[in-house]
């Protein structure tokens, strides 16, 4: 017999550890691949998804079922990625001012004007590359609302409440993303000519 | 249409946010627009760029490590609360079990000791002065100010710093007449505090001054405190003189019964003279003396070591049947 979110969750707070793992196991590919795009990185999303999951183990004596289990885990979720951009995006700063490295100052003209050929450069994967150091700069709550449309194609409504604001709040973050992307898109494309 | 507003509605078109209305809506808006249209076809192509940007989804392999990681940490954690959650219960269990009643009694025996400190125990007046502090300590020193109780500790081997510590009296000079009020509470005051007996005599026959004021009130106060100096006060010249002024109040069975008291227990043989002179003297000034005054002196006339107090009793006695 299958058992219902609540009835694990029930369970869990008396301290069944295989009812945790099994409500675990219904949603963690989902935190997991929600990291991955946020990250864009192996080991940031397993460090999300561990803190996330501690988060829920922490938390879920006193859940209170005044929501359904799915939105308060992709609440944590959306809150822990933020945080974790907050923290990576000082540390980061630090490490770069301490040693700069070449290749980070390397812009896609330089690359594309180098003695190579456009075909043997692979220009998707190096478009896709500077798309995503785009998105690094991007305020943490554009860029979770631009990965969670565009790379998880949640609906506005669902971010909007995984990340407990309004739907014009999801729509301007995801405007104005879009819109800083796009721009970053045409000076790539027209040094890629 | 304007073109902030096609450009949401083209964004939101492409990321299938759109109704079906607004879908038509925007599709007509394009057919009669070519700008608009073109502009449509560049995000659309930003937006396939965009989306086939999107990062690799994590492998199967990163999911099977992040949930063995994830229930090691679980499972360490959930040991750790329960050892600390069942050591708790254990040890409240072993408490209630063995020493409910001890504890119940130390506890309040605890607050007990709390509450009378915090009733009972006076406020320190102690003023801790630092260097920076020597303004006040000259104005608390200066003029006529009495230093006694000095206690100065051993020099700070490190910094050379010795802690003085002293009383700092300032003698007050207060003049008004005996009945004032606040006269009164300082004979009290030395009457009870004094170690001096003849600062104790003093205060006592400063009190007696009162009754040569034309006004003057019996006060219930120093009538009390006169009964307990002649009853407690360890030097016999101090309560010889609580005697004689209690003899000016008028006789009521609080005099009557000092008076016994004193000539039943008072060691000192003067005393117990003063007081059935006292005694005569209520006689003779027309009083009559109940029973309980008939029974003390039949056994002082028969008993007392005093022979003039045992013939005094007799007299009395003989002259009250």
Not at chain 1, 156 to 184: D, P
Request: glycine letters at 2%.
């Amino acid at each position: 017999m299958i058992l219902t979110d609540n009835q694990l969750i029930i369970n869990a707070q008396q301290g069944d550890m295989s009812s945790f793992e099994e409500l675990v196991y219904r949603y963690d590919r989902h935190v997991l691949n929600i990291a991955r795009s946020f990250r864009n990185s192996d080991e940031d999303a397993k460090d999300i998804y561990q803190e996330v999951f501690m988060r829920v183990f922490r938390g879920l004596k006193n859940f209170q079922f005044k929501s359904e289990f799915s939105t308060w885990l992709f609440r944590i979720t959306t809150n822990v990625c933020i945080t974790y951009q907050t923290r990576k995006k000082t540390h980061d700063s630090l490490d770069r001012e301490i040693s700069a490295s070449e290749d980070e100052t390397r812009t896609l003209a330089d690359t594309l004007t180098d003695n190579k050929s456009t075909d043997e450069l692979t220009l998707g994967s190096e478009i896709s590359k500077y798309i995503n150091k785009a998105l690094e700069e991007l305020p943490p709550q554009q860029k979770m609302v631009f990965t969670l449309k565009y790379f998880e194609e949640y609906k506005i409504r669902e971010i909007a409440e995984m990340m407990q604001c309004s739907e014009g709040a999801v729509k301007k973050y995801l405007f104005t993303a879009t819109h800083k992307m796009r721009t970053r898109l045409k000076n790539i494309m027209r040094d890629a000519r | 249409m304007k073109w902030d507003k096609f450009i949401e509605l083209a964004y939101l078109f492409l990321l299938d946010e759109l109704s079906f209305d607004e879908r038509i809506e925007l599709e007509n808006v394009m057919m009669q627009d070519d700008e608009l249209k073109s502009e449509f076809e560049n995000i659309k192509e930003s937006f396939e760029i965009l989306k086939e940007s999107k990062p690799q989804v994590a492998s199967e392999r990163i999911l099977v490590n992040a949930r063995q990681t994830l229930m090691r940490q679980v499972r360490a954690e959930s040991v750790r609360v329960s050892f600390f959650r069942k050591l708790a219960i254990d040890v409240r269990k072993y408490v209630y079990e063995n020493y409910t009643l001890a504890i119940s009694g130390l506890v309040t025996f605890v607050l007990g000791i709390i509450v009378c400190y915090i009733l009972l125990i006076p406020k320190s007046n102690k003023q801790i002065l630092q260097p920076e502090d020597r303004a006040r300590l000259e104005q608390a020193t200066k003029d006529d100010v009495k230093i006694s109780n000095l206690q100065i500790s051993q020099p700070d081997s490190k910094n050379g710093e010795v802690e003085v510590k002293f009383d700092a009296v300032k003698p007050i000079q207060y003049k008004a007449k005996v009945d004032d009020p606040a006269i009164q509470k300082l004979l009290l005051a030395s009457l009870f505090n004094e170690d001096n007996p003849g600062a104790r005599i003093k205060s006592v026959s400063t009190i007696a001054q009162q009754f040569k004021g034309k006004e003057f009130k019996y006060d219930l106060q120093i009538k009390n405190a006169l009964i307990k100096a002649l009853k407690t006060d360890s030097n016999p010249a101090v309560r010889k003189e609580a005697l004689v002024v209690l003899n000016k109040y008028p006789y009521d069975e609080e005099i009557r019964d000092v008076l016994l008291y004193v000539l039943s227990n008072d060691r000192n043989s003067g005393m117990r003279v003063a007081a059935i002179n006292a005694l005569t003297d209520l006689q003779q000034n027309g009083h009559t003396l109940d029973e309980a005054v008939k029974n003390v002196l039949t056994k002082k006339a028969e008993a007392d070591k005093n022979d003039y107090v045992k013939i005094r009793a007799a007299s009395i006695l003989q002259e009250e049947n």
